[in-house]
């Protein structure tokens, strides 16, 4: 089964314009991200619809435990980025049938496809003609055959990071690197650890998320076409213009939607977002759901210095200042997390520039591909040699309206 899912996942042909595949977003050389370094993949039936979110990476997904709400009323699992779809085998069904992903017009269409591919007979033999006598049974089990491939091909999950080899005693971290995993643990200064849980659960290593959702407030990302003004595209609604300060007509409220339809717009959840795993994240820029930082400089800074120094991460599209949290209505506020650290409204940043560097000098070392026996070997992006001067001189890049869908266009094509 997994063997057959591997041949969906890198199939253009099962989309409209025979052009994407599942590996088109979620590349293998960039922890199943998309290869394009975009805010937002572009997909459609001619290549050239940009989505609403961010890709997120398809890493160690197959951990993620199925959706739930538990007596507290607290979200945890759960796939896409709102948990919209309860299983793995689920999630994978929907990008061929999104009109700015794959864009099929219906499952019939991907049906008739798949009826033409060269892996047919291996796919009946793994699920029967029960499995595809029609369109709804087919698109379950392309489902499950794309989970079973995320679940099984090492590739997925490989836990060979330089941090998983200090830990089994075949490496030591640098002084930087120590002082990272420090200060991530420490309650008091960078409290990644509150969300990103450091330590395994039984025979599992540690997965670096808690798999819950939280509203942190990310400023709007002005190169999303869905957040500039006038956007006429069919799929972004205008849900926004009933919302109120700051009046844009369009907002991603996470768990209340739009993607998602099953709860109240306006209750607590809005504004929450799944927690991502850690692993890997120097490889899988842009970050956060709307992709709005493309560094771990910017996404370290913005953490500690949200609440102190607004300014520096809050604008308009034209770059002037901006309400804090603005890729929210102000009505919703009161849902963003402000009482963990390292958030601290009214007084001082819980690190110092050289603490945010070697915290991300410790995330790189989440990066998987580490061989103890030839460390020389170990690769690691550039933004990975962060300094406390290129930590300090982090700040929200801006993108004009006018020149952000081209840039994106070309940049796919």
Not at 239 to 255: C, E, F, Q
């Amino acid at each position: 089964m997994a063997q057959v899912g591997k041949q969906i996942f890198f199939d253009q042909t099962l989309s409209a314009s025979g052009k994407q595949s599942c590996a088109s977003c979620h590349d293998p050389s960039r922890a199943f991200t998309d290869p394009n370094n975009l805010s937002v993949s572009i997909g459609g039936p001619n290549s050239d619809l940009p989505g609403l979110r961010n890709t997120p990476s398809l890493n160690y997904a197959s951990f993620t435990p199925n959706f739930k709400i538990d007596s507290a009323g607290k979200a945890s699992g759960g796939f896409f980025r709102d948990g919209r779809s309860a299983s793995l085998a689920d999630q994978a069904q929907q990008p061929f049938t999104n009109e700015f992903e794959m864009a099929n017009a219906s499952a019939d269409d991907v049906f008739k496809t798949l009826l033409t591919r060269p892996y047919l007979d291996q796919f009946t033999a793994v699920f029967t003609k029960t499995g595809i006598q029609d369109s709804a049974a087919a698109m379950q089990s392309i489902g499950r055959a794309l989970a079973a491939f995320q679940s099984e091909d090492p590739s997925f999950h490989t836990f060979d990071s330089k941090f998983d080899a200090y830990l089994a005693g075949k490496t030591t971290l640098t002084d930087a690197e120590t002082r990272g995993l420090l200060l991530f643990n420490n309650p008091t200064k960078g409290n990644c650890n509150a969300c990103h849980i450091s330590t395994g659960k039984g025979s599992t290593p540690a997965l670096f998320t808690d798999f819950t959702y939280d509203n942190v407030g990310i400023p709007r990302n002005w190169s999303i076409t869905a957040n500039q003004e006038g956007t006429t595209l069919p799929y972004v609604p205008k849900n926004g213009l009933a919302l109120g300060s700051p009046n844009y007509s369009y907002y991603d409220l996470g768990i209340c939607g739009p993607l998602r339809t099953d709860f109240r717009v306006g209750g607590s959840t809005c504004g929450k977002f799944k927690v991502p795993t850690l692993r890997n994240i120097a490889l899988t820029s842009p970050y956060f759901h709307n992709g709005v930082f493309q560094t771990l400089d910017q996404v370290v800074a913005w953490y500690i210095t949200r609440d102190t120094d607004p300014g520096r991460w809050y604008v308009k599209a034209d770059g002037t200042p901006d309400v804090p949290y603005n890729d929210l209505p102000v009505g919703f506020d009161a849902n963003v997390n402000v009482a963990e650290v390292p958030y601290n409204p009214g007084t001082a940043p819980s690190l110092t520039n050289q603490e945010m560097s070697d915290l991300v000098h410790f995330l790189c070392t989440l990066t998987d591909g580490f061989d103890p026996a030839n460390p020389s070997a170990y690769r690691v992006p550039a933004q990975c040699g962060s300094t406390a001067a290129s930590v300090g001189a982090a700040r929200i890049q801006t993108v004009s309206a006018s020149g952000a869908t081209l840039s994106k266009t070309a940049a796919r094509n």
